[in-house]
């Protein structure tokens, strides 16, 4: 970059060893406001230019040591020296000097005898040319600069003599050189290729008959094989009587912007992990389909398709393996769709009809469909083929998904209605088991309707104190005493009155409101319990059923403590009951929690034994407490082989020393065959269902005052705690 010239102060040095002609010059610039600074040989004048940096020179010719003309070189040859005026001093006749001056560098001459009265003038005016010549020089390097960064080149084309001037910027980016390729119109037109020349030779023609501008983008191959895109702008000049004169343009290599604005638009419409059109792309492409003119009244299907426990997957066996799934699930979904030929064929972007819309969500369109059957035909295909063995990181694992199907127009008209009744679709699916395919229908917006309404209003239910815990006495058959109560939670709606917790506990876990609720349950049960010992009734342990979604909750263990501190309740009247659904998982993290849990003073125990995987190693591996024999156990007694297992079950419990809690014991019989084989814990309707809280003080101590005293006298069997039950066992 060139430095910018400044007039202020300029600084004059004079050279000559003529000591008169110095005195004088010195006199008459000095007099103009001028700094001087004399030497008197060539060398003085190297030197006095180096050190004093001056604005121009005025050099004599002949003088001692070193001459005018080697000085001149010499400093032209120094960088700061290049551009600095300098002024041979000559004799009037020097025509040979004066020749030789300007071959070598000098700006001007001055003849001797000097007129000392326009000297000043004349250095004035130098510097003032010079000071101009420095700013193009200045202006034109900026202009070159900025021409390489935005790697813009200028030409102009005189169309009379058609001689075309390009910038250097032009040979730079079409990677010509100047020296080598001439730089006419003709030679512009072989850098572009053959079909192009047509469109620029219009573009050209429309500027010089009356548009003036032009604008022309296009893609050109370039010297080094590659493809790169050019705009190339232009304005016609004319004279004044409208004749064409010139046509000045620009060249601009927009390459780097074009591939830029690409990557935004790809991060704009495409799935980023698998390369699949994302939900914009997909509706954008699917409303085109729906709306070209030939589509009228014809078939066409939206497949949602959601992967069943996708979560469970990416939990154990982590994200970047989860990733790899998804990328194999979604080439299969392409390749199935691809390959059958079942996409929209009727279009141009065909490219946007399998979307990724979520984590393990996709979509696609079907079109041209004869019967709907045919859309449920191939949704069952596919979800064949998704769930084939896959292999990832020398695992093989088996994915099944579950599929929505809305038809349009039957089941909406556009993007949104069919992607939402598809969504209903699915849901449906998964809620009727997975792994299958459904046709959408009205009811299933009806229940989905119902469902969202009974989230809200279980949502306020919390908050509005709706919800109420009742509990229900675990008996000590040989003891006959209430050993323990379960807390078991109820909702009573305003409107709809008193709803069982097995018509809320699913979609609280659904929505996340079991923390809250659980939490809430947990205080209640724990305040509860307190009470009850502070009345008197000692030794009763209390049971609160944990969801497997708060257990692994971080703030879980933290909520136990806090129940136990505001209540007041000691720990080991405190039990937890575990499903076995909470239990599944990553062992080591389980058994931490578990073992927090225990360190506590809580005890655990593990719910509906039998209804899950009944897996024996959660009982070997895991330090419970008790096993509760699920109810669709106990139910059988004396009706099938359950008995079997049962007794297996309660060796097991035995041996491991588990305590047993039979669960859900309504008859004498079921009652006799536990007692013959040592499970002596009871808690079913048999002896009671679960009471309010009054109640079950009231039913603890009278049962435990019908029978305490008389130990050895057999209990009555019938009604067996001896006392009335009451409207509150509303269940
Ligand atoms: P669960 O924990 O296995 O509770 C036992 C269920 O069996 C209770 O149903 C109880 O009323 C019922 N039951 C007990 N004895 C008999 C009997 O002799 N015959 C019959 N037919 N049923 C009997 P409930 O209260 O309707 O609770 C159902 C389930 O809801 C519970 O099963 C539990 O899984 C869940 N639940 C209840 N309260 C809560 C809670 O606060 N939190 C969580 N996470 N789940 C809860
Ligand atoms: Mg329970
Ligand atoms: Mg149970």
Do not use: C, W
């Given at each position: 970059m060139h430095k910018k010239p400044q007039l202020s102060k300029p600084c004059i040095l004079v050279v000559d060893d003529d000591q008169a002609t110095c005195f004088l010059t010195t006199e008459a610039l000095k007099k103009e406001g001028y700094k001087v600074v004399v030497g008197a040989n060539g060398e003085d004048a190297v030197h006095l230019f180096k050190q004093e940096s001056p604005d121009i020179i005025l050099l004599d010719v002949e003088m001692p040591l070193k001459n005018g003309f080697d000085a001149l070189q010499e400093i032209r040859q120094l960088n700061e020296g290049a551009n600095v005026p300098i002024i041979m001093i000559t004799g009037l006749d020097d025509t040979i000097s004066v020749d030789k001056a300007y071959g070598i560098g000098a700006t001007d001459f001055i003849t001797k005898p000097i007129n000392w009265s326009i000297?000043?003038?004349?250095?004035?005016?130098?510097?003032?040319?010079?000071?101009t010549f420095l700013n193009l020089k200045h202006s034109e390097s900026s202009l070159a600069n900025a021409q390489r960064i935005a790697k813009i080149g200028n030409w102009e084309w005189d169309v009379q003599s058609d001689e075309l001037y390009w910038s250097p910027e032009i040979y730079r980016i079409f990677g010509l050189s100047p020296e080598v390729d001439s730089s006419t119109s003709k030679a512009f037109m072989r850098l572009i290729q053959r079909e192009d020349i047509m469109h620029l030779k219009i573009a050209l023609g429309q500027a010089k008959n009356?548009?003036?501008?032009?604008?022309?983008?296009?893609?050109?191959?370039c010297f080094d094989e590659q493809e790169r895109i050019f705009i190339v702008q232009g304005e016609l000049i004319t004279d004044q009587d409208d004749k064409a004169l010139h046509i000045s343009g620009t060249v601009q290599d927009i390459t780097e912007r074009r591939n830029a604005e690409d990557r935004i638009i790809h991060l704009a419409y495409y799935d980023t992990l698998t390369g699949l059109p994302n939900r914009q792309l997909f509706q954008e492409t699917l409303t085109q389909t729906l709306q070209a003119e030939d589509y009228h009244n014809k078939l066409a299907a939206l497949l949602f398709i959601d992967l069943d426990?996708?979560?469970?997957?990416?939990?154990?066996?982590?994200?970047?393996?989860?990733?790899?799934?998804?990328?194999?699930?979604a080439r299969r979904i392409l390749n199935y769709l691809r390959k059958s030929d079942l996409l929209s064929r009727n279009h141009t972007n065909a490219d946007g009809d399998v979307a990724r819309i979520g984590g393990d969500e996709f979509i696609a369109l079907l079109t041209h469909l004869e019967h709907k059957n045919d859309a449920k035909t191939i949704a069952d295909r596919l979800i064949e083929k998704i769930s084939e063995p896959i292999q990832i990181d020398g695992k093989e694992i088996v994915i099944t998904a579950s599929i929505g199907i809305a038809f349009?127009?039957?089941?909406?008209?556009?993007?949104?209605?069919?992607?939402?009744?598809?969504?209903?679709?699915?849901?449906?699916?998964?809620?009727q088991g997975r792994n299958n395919s459904l046709l959408y229908t009205l009811a299933m917006s009806k229940q989905s309707e119902q469902k969202l309404t009974l989230e809200n209003e279980l949502r306020k239910a919390i908050k509005n104190n709706e919800l109420v815990v009742h509990f229900q006495p675990q008996i000590d058959t040989a003891t006959e005493k209430v050993i323990g109560v379960e807390a078991l939670v109820r909702w009573v709606h305003p409107e709809k009155g008193f709803i069982p917790p097995d018509a809320f506990i699913g979609l609280a876990e659904e929505t996340g409101l079991i923390l809250p609720l659980g939490k809430w349950v947990l205080n209640e049960a724990c305040h509860q319990a307190k009470k009850w010992q502070e009345s008197g009734l000692e030794n009763i342990k209390i049971s609160v059923n944990v969801s497997s979604k708060q257990f692994l909750y971080d703030g879980f263990i933290d909520d136990v403590k806090e129940a136990l501190t505001t209540s007041n309740l000691e720990p080991q009247f405190l039990d937890l009951e575990l499903t076995e659904g909470a239990l599944m998982g990553d062992g080591t993290e389980i058994i931490n929690r578990l073992e927090a849990?225990?360190?506590?003073?809580?005890?655990?125990?593990?719910?509906?034994?039998?209804?899950?995987?009944?897996?024996?190693?959660?009982?070997?591996?895991?330090?419970?407490?008790?096993?509760?024999?699920?109810?669709?156990?106990?139910?059988?007694?004396?009706?099938s082989d359950d008995e079997a297992i049962i007794k297996t079950i309660i060796g097991m419990a035995h041996?491991?020393?588990?305590?047993?809690?039979?669960?859900?014991?309504e008859t004498e019989k079921q009652l006799d065959f536990l007692r013959q084989y040592d499970t002596q814990v009871i808690q079913?309707?048999?002896?009671?269902?679960?009471?309010?809280?009054?109640?079950?003080?009231?039913?603890i101590a009278e049962f435990n005052l019908s029978t305490g005293a008389h130990e050895e006298v057999q209990p009555q069997r019938g009604n067996k705690s001896g006392i009335q039950q009451t409207s509150a066992a509303a269940n």
């Open positions: 000297l000043g003038h004349r250095i004035r005016y130098i510097l003032r040319a010079n000071h009356g548009d003036r501008r032009f604008s022309y983008e296009r893609k050109i191959v426990r996708f979560k469970q997957i990416n939990d154990s066996l982590g994200h970047s393996f989860g990733d790899k799934l998804i990328k194999v699930v349009y127009p039957d089941n909406g008209d556009d993007f949104i209605s069919l992607l939402k009744n598809a969504d209903t679709a699915v849901n449906a699916t998964k809620e849990i225990k360190a506590l003073g809580v005890t655990l125990s593990l719910d509906d034994f039998g209804t899950g995987f009944s897996s024996l190693s959660y009982l070997t591996r895991y330090p419970l407490d008790t096993l509760k024999i699920d109810r669709s156990f106990i139910m059988n007694i004396g009706l041996s491991l020393h588990l305590n047993i809690i039979s669960e859900g014991v079913g309707y048999l002896y009671s269902k679960p009471l309010i809280a009054e109640e079950i003080a009231k039913f």
